[in-house]
């Protein structure tokens, strides 16, 4: 069993940068596959980034390229979004999840692990 915990939301301006952390409770992170999701209102949950084992195979929304950078540190059991360059349309909850297994990266369903969320605003 893994806990997830985010932390590091807030309000930015646009143009702005914010870094979000995700901590893990539980044996085994290390070996879990991380992504990052985002939700607005009225919207669908959608895939941002997501990171394997080993920091090797990183995915990103086209939305976000260039922009965002996942990354994670094993020996913390951390997982960091850093976002750059914030839109408005970035505004959302986010979230972090794990999985132990193999699967589309941005398949939410396939997650076994979530966190509680954290917002996000980016105004204009």
């Known amino acids: 069993q893994v806990q997830l915990v985010e932390s590091g939301g807030g309000s930015v301006q646009a143009g702005g940068s914010l870094r979000l952390s995700c901590v893990a409770y539980?044996?085994?992170?290390?070996?879990?596959?991380v992504g990052w999701f985002r939700q607005a209102p009225g919207k669908e949950r959608e895939g941002v980034a997501g990171?394997?084992?080993?920091?090797?195979?990183?995915y990103y929304a086209d939305s976000v390229k260039g922009r965002f950078t996942i990354s994670r540190d094993n020996a913390y059991a951390k997982v960091y979004l850093q976002m750059s360059s914030l839109k408005p349309e970035d505004t959302a909850v986010y979230y972090c999840?794990?999985?132990?297994?193999?699967?589309?990266?941005?398949?939410?369903?396939?997650?076994?692990?979530w966190g509680q969320g954290t917002q996000v605003t980016v105004s204009s």
């Open positions: 999840a794990a999985r132990g297994g193999r699967g589309p990266p941005f398949f939410a369903q396939g997650y076994n692990y």
């Open positions: 539980g044996y085994g992170f290390y070996n879990y596959y």
């Open positions: 990171i394997d084992s080993g920091s090797v195979d990183l």
